[in-house]
């Protein structure tokens, strides 16, 4: 697997030209996220689909 270095270079050079430094940083913290969120369910931190339905009917509720 390539470091970190690496990913970052080749997660730049597949953005469009004309990026902006801020869309740059948008792609890295996007990326943190996805890759924090898929370390939580290699963990068994995740949260069962039935249990996300069970706490999204009660937002849905008035």
Do not use: C
């Amino acid at each position: 697997m390539n470091g970190v270095k690496e990913q970052v270079i080749q997660m730049i050079q597949s953005l469009p030209e004309g990026v902006t430094l801020d869309d740059i940083i948008a792609e890295l913290y996007f990326k943190l996220q996805v890759d924090a969120g898929i370390k939580e369910l290699d963990d068994g931190k995740g949260v069962d689909h039935k249990e996300v339905e069970k706490r999204i009917s009660k937002w849905l509720t008035i």
